[in-house]
């Protein structure tokens, strides 16, 4: 029997093993288990231990066992079947009309198994960023307070922690709001959510970034509503092609687009708001690392130009605490302060109340504000290693883009087509480093918008420096293997 652990297992891990493979059908036609003995010797340790483990198993009815036979699984078990002989299904699943939209959309997959030298995946932050000791205190002083009334909170999140926020968002981005216009949210995602549910009709139009994230662009389409992409420049969205679009919203990601890093300039984000205000439209900013600027200060947000009515403004703390607390905040207009909270209150009544206490003792007290300016100095770091040893490896025959600012940049290499990006990013992956693509993030009906150069987008915020370095000299081999081939084929 194969145990998961170095150490001898105990009666109860033998137990749950036993118990999982007999449901599991493992034990065959037969249905006869290993005698305690043979059971004990093959683990090295005392038959006792296999024997009330078998004593467990024989109480909850899984076994039979007779003197002096090998126990063996209990009928009822077995007529109750294994998983995979479940009666199958007459006809095709029956969706509901979102449900037939959503899923075709790929479901995100946990890759910490992954045995990679370096994956430049966006999004994910190092572990040793983490400031474990000042979150296990404040997590430790909520504790100790609570249990306090177990009742339901405000759905627009704990009220120390907005007005936390509400400073917050005025010292680091001059964003002036009123209390009850910021609502807590599980992450920026469920803030998407909200606005598509309370802003979006089927066949709708919304107008988003092209190429963009595609978290958002999957949630609007969620609703039936149409994408309008217009495509994006070195200054973000090129606003001057909104003429005569008629839309809802627009999505936008101004103080650093994702994924090719423009800062949306004074003009156009003056045109972009114009726009909403003829159109009826929302604007929504998601301001989603602008805590990472590393030439000047961060550039303000859009929220604010104006009067901010049509405005909803995402923040997140998952790219400077972590994406796994999945705590961010919207600050919506007045008139839609009500309906936002009585939406968040269908979802899920509010979000966990401990985790938003603790992150408002970090903003009172200073350390969230400390930290970040930690993790921008780790992570400029990590971003000039990234762009040394790019130019130090390909020269000028590659191309940088939207390094100022965010924790990705997009590189686009002079040696290769657009046309062998799975090639090449099955051949990294080959060698032992993860790329990814930008073409997937473009719209697929407007594919000129792209370059014909192979673009990557490329995180460095979950990596260590030597990982960036190993990783960035692999990319060069993998890059010279497919542009061997390549030459071969056309000689
Ligand atoms: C454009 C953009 N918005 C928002 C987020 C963060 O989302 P969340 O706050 O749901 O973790 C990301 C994360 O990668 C992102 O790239």
Not at 4 to 20: D, F
Not at 234 to 243: C, P, V, Y
Not at 462 to 489: M, N, W
């Amino acid at each position: 029997m194969a145990m998961n652990s170095s150490k001898p297992p105990g009666a109860r891990q033998i137990y749950e093993t036993l118990r999982e493979q007999v449901i599991a059908g493992v034990f065959g036609e037969d249905g006869l288990l290993p005698s305690s003995r043979a059971l004990a010797v093959e683990l090295g340790i005392s038959r006792t231990t296999v024997t009330v483990a078998y004593e467990q198993l024989l109480a909850e009815g899984f076994i039979t066992v007779r003197q002096g036979a090998r126990p063996r699984v209990a009928s009822a078990v077995v007529d109750r079947g294994v998983p995979d002989s479940r009666p199958k299904r007459s006809g095709p699943i029956r969706l509901s009309a979102y449900g037939e939209r959503i899923r075709s959309v790929p479901v995100w997959r946990d890759q910490v198994a992954n045995q990679l030298v370096a994956d430049f995946r966006y999004g994910d932050l190092a572990p040793s960023d983490f400031p474990a000791g000042i979150w296990k205190r404040a997590m430790n002083a909520v504790m100790a307070r609570r249990p306090g009334p177990l009742v339901y909170n405000d759905p627009r999140g704990s009220r120390r922690l907005r007005v936390a926020l509400q400073g917050y968002l005025w010292r680091a981005r001059t964003l002036r709001c009123e209390l009850n216009q910021i609502m807590i949210v599980n992450g920026s995602q469920q803030g998407l959510d909200l606005c598509a549910r309370l802003l979006l009709d089927p066949a709708d139009r919304f107008v988003i970034e092209n190429p963009c994230y595609a978290m958002a662009r999957h949630v609007f389409s969620g609703t039936g509503a149409l994408a309008v992409p217009i495509a994006v420049d070195g200054e973000g969205l090129k606003t001057d092609m909104l003429r005569g679009v008629e839309a809802r919203l627009a999505y936008v990601t101004p103080s650093h687009q994702f994924p090719l890093g423009g800062v949306m300039t004074i003009s156009r984000r003056r045109q972009l708001i114009e726009w909403a205000r003829q159109n009826g439209a929302y604007v929504i900013e998601d301001d989603y690392d602008s805590e990472y600027r590393y030439d000047i200060n961060p550039v303000p947000p859009l929220h604010g130009l104006g009067n901010s009515d049509n405005v909803v403004y995402l923040g997140t703390i998952s790219k400077t605490l972590s994406p796994t607390l999945r705590i961010g905040y919207l600050v919506v207009p007045p008139d839609l302060q009500e309906v936002f909270a009585t939406a968040k209150q269908l979802i899920d009544r509010h979000s966990p109340v401990a985790e938003q206490e603790a992150l408002a003792s970090l903003i009172e007290s200073g350390a969230y504000e400390s930290h970040v300016r930690r993790v921008r100095r780790l992570n400029g770091e990590r971003r000039q290693t990234l762009l040394n040893r790019l130019r130090l490896a390909f020269g000028d025959r590659i191309a940088i883009e939207g390094a100022d600012a965010g924790l990705h940049i997009v590189v686009r290499l002079a040696d290769l087509p657009s046309v062998l990006e799975l090639a090449l990013i099955e051949e990294a992956r080959r060698i032992g480093i993860g790329l990814h693509s930008v073409t997937s993030l473009y719209d697929p009906a407007i594919a000129e918008a792209q370059s014909d150069r192979l673009s990557l987008v490329m995180g460095y915020s979950a990596l260590e420096i030597r990982q960036i370095e190993r990783g960035v000299e692999l990319l060069a081999q993998a890059v010279a293997s497919v542009k061997g081939r390549l030459d071969e084929r056309t000689r």
